[in-house]
């Protein structure tokens, strides 16, 4: 069975990076999609960025511009590179693979944007 795990959360203040990491128990290649997600306090999960299997990117209007999702095929780990970050940003963050009819999510990281 698959396993994906978010590391790189933390506490940082509003304006700075944040670069997180989700690690593949297989190849991400068997992924049809893979995606970022965030959960925050009192709301919906909300979609972040979405990558193909073959690299076509989608991004929330919400991060575009700021946020850029990479992968490491021979690593097996997903990407989410954060930047100019802000108090809204704060939540936990979940990447989410796309095996078929079947969603895998990791557990999430949490990330803390303070002013």
């Known amino acids: 069975q698959v396993q994906l795990v978010e590391s790189g959360g933390g506490l940082v203040q509003a304006g700075g990076s944040l670069r997180l990491s989700c690690a593949s128990s297989?190849?991400?290649?068997?992924?049809?999609?893979m995606g970022w997600y965030r959960q925050a306090p009192g709301k919906e999960r909300e979609r972040l960025v979405t990558m193909t299997a073959g690299g076509t990117l989608d991004y929330a209007d919400s991060v575009k511009g700021r946020f850029t999702m990479s992968r490491d095929n021979r690593k097996n780990i997903a990407y989410l590179q954060m930047n100019d970050l802000k108090i809204e940003d704060t939540g936990v963050y979940l990447c989410?693979?796309?095996?078929?009819?079947?969603?895998?999510w990791g557990q999430g990281t949490l990330v803390t944007v303070s002013s």
């Open positions: 297989r190849s991400i290649f068997n992924f049809k999609s």
């Open positions: 989410a693979g796309g095996l078929g009819s079947v969603a895998v």
